[in-house]
């Protein structure tokens, strides 16, 4: 029997302003697996992930996580739990008024009472495993996009989390700096042992790394599969998002009075 | 129906003012909670007084000659009618001591690191760094608000002291050195006036409530800020405005606590 899944998500419903954001949400995220969660914009992904992370409560259903439910955790549970958590924000979020060095030290500094040369020798690994332990004096101001992203991502398993959570890491890259973070994605996750997930909506280059793929749309899971079952599939919305065709399922015009009367035209 | 809208809208209004100060007072209430991290680890206290007080210094200086300058030639003026220029020392000292070091030094640090430090964490949020620190089981509070609050409670009275100073030396200047009251009497006047229990002690007490305010006021802002552009432009207006009126409206409280005409 495989080992039970880090990641469960049961009946997750999630209501703002009231609002259905989140509908009866199933998922696992089974360990050393890479699981993308992909739909359009708005369609609560990145709500998803706030579940997961423990931000948000939900109003029924629940995050398990490593066997424990997230929103049922004392605020020292959740923060233990976080520290085997790591989490790739869309523009990186680096500390502005650090260096790259202070900000791949920043979760050791405050979390463990390791001497500062270990530091300096755990930083420089994690620099050097995504390629940037040159610019390790810089400030975040003087990187490009992808490379920021990519402190970033030291800066994400600079503790070697179990699970690893990244939002959007391919928006706004350039094509070399999206195929080096993918690789990376996949490179870190298997080195490490972990768990990840990725919320995008970037088909192509999300497919050549993930194991597994759910599609969301307004607030529920409307397909899943390996990425070979869903190149395969004759879904209409799979097939829509898939090949980026402006109509379908998925409407062209966001809902509007008549055109006609609009336009004051009367019939 | 315009009338019970207006109402309404007052009520809404009174209700938000209300919610705030209950929200800000428990931030205050957790920025204290969460303070012994700092204290641990003092040099984050300390790199945020290099930018909140040090950086303030040349303003603080600047201001306090001038205002010093100011109140020796005002001074001289007034007190020339009645025969009584040699109590311009007096005159100087106190004024700055009690009054003018403290709230005009709380102005000026408001206006120059209040509004640094609302714009910086307003951005920090816009840029998620504040939800990358809570989601890294780093307490934000503890992290970055706390350290921030000390060093400004520390550096207000210091600030307020070189303001005082640095304003008698103008005062000095302009009356001794330009106009030529006598020296001695500058000097030796203002010594036996100046109490150091009324007049210094009260002056730093009214500086370290000043600090407190203002910086909690700036801090408050900061966090609360929409996370946008305009979020952060109107928290850091708010910070100025808001931190400079109650500056000037407790100054009038606290004088009237300490010296109602004894």
Redesign the interface.
């Known amino acids: 029997m495989s080992p039970p899944a880090l990641v469960e998500i049961r009946d997750l419903n999630f209501t703002y302003d009231k609002r259905p954001v989140l509908q009866g949400i199933n998922m696992t995220f089974p360990r050393g697996k890479l699981v993308a969660i992909m739909g359009l914009s708005g369609c609560g992904k990145t709500t998803l992930l706030r579940h997961i992370g423990g931000a948000l409560k939900p109003n029924r259903g629940y995050v398990r996580m490593d066997g424990q439910v997230m929103h049922e955790l004392s605020p020292a549970g959740l923060y233990a739990m976080r520290r085997k958590m790591g989490m790739l924000f869309q523009f990186g979020a680096l500390f502005t008024d650090m260096s790259v060095y202070d900000n791949v030290a920043f979760q050791m500094r405050e979390h463990t009472d390791l001497p500062e040369d270990i530091i300096r020798s755990l930083v420089v690994m994690k620099l050097n495993a995504v390629g940037l332990r040159g610019a390790q004096n810089m400030m975040p101001s003087e990187l490009s996009g992808g490379m920021a992203r990519r402190v970033a991502l030291a800066r994400t398993v600079a503790l070697d989390p179990m699970l690893i959570m990244y939002d959007e890491p391919f928006a706004g890259l350039d094509p070399i700096s999206l195929s080096v973070i993918g690789d990376l994605i996949r490179r870190l996750n298997d080195a490490l042992g972990a768990t990840s997930i990725i919320v995008t909506h970037d088909i192509q280059e999300s497919l050549k790394i993930v194991d597994y793929v759910y599609f969301m749309a307004n607030g529920v899971i409307v397909a899943e599969g390996t990425p070979d079952e869903l190149r395969a599939s004759d879904t209409d919305f799979v097939r829509q998002f898939m090949h980026g065709e402006m109509d379908g399922p998925v409407p062209f015009h966001y809902p509007g009075a008549d055109y006609r009367l609009d336009l004051n035209l009367r019939a | 129906m315009t009338v019970i809208n207006t109402i309404r809208g007052i009520g809404h209004r009174i209700i938000n003012a209300v919610w705030r100060i209950g929200v800000a007072a428990r931030f205050f209430f957790l920025t204290l909670l969460y303070s012994g991290n700092s204290f641990r680890r003092f040099h984050l206290i300390i790199k945020e007084l290099f930018s909140s007080g040090v950086m303030s210094l040349i303003i603080i200086i600047v201001a306090g000659l001038f205002v010093g300058m100011v109140l020796g030639l005002q001074g001289y003026e007034t007190l020339k009618r009645y025969g009584s220029e040699s109590a311009l020392g007096v005159m100087v000292a106190l004024g700055l001591v009690r009054e003018l070091g403290p709230v005009m030094a709380a102005l000026l640090f408001a206006s120059r690191a209040g509004s640094a430090m609302t714009a910086?964490i307003g951005?920090?949020k816009a840029?998620?760094?504040i939800?990358?620190?809570?989601?890294?089981?780093?307490?934000p509070i503890a992290?970055i608000v706390a350290p921030r609050f000390w060093a400004g409670v520390i550096s207000m009275p210091l600030l307020a002291a070189l303001f005082s100073a640095v304003g008698i030396f103008g005062g000095y200047l302009v009356g001794v050195v330009q106009i030529g009251v006598d020296e001695g009497s500058f000097w030796s006047q203002m010594q036996a006036a100046v109490d150091f229990r009324e007049d210094i002690l009260n002056g730093v007490i009214k500086s370290l409530v000043f600090g407190t305010v203002v910086t909690l006021i700036a801090l408050f802002e900061g966090f609360d800020a929409p996370p946008t552009a305009e979020g952060v432009s109107g928290a850091t207006t708010r910070t100025v405005v808001t931190s400079s009126l109650a500056i000037l409206m407790l100054d009038f409280v606290l004088t009237a606590i300490m010296f109602r005409g004894a």
């Open positions: 910086e951005l920090m840029t998620e760094q939800s990358a620190m809570e989601m890294m089981a780093v307490n992290r």
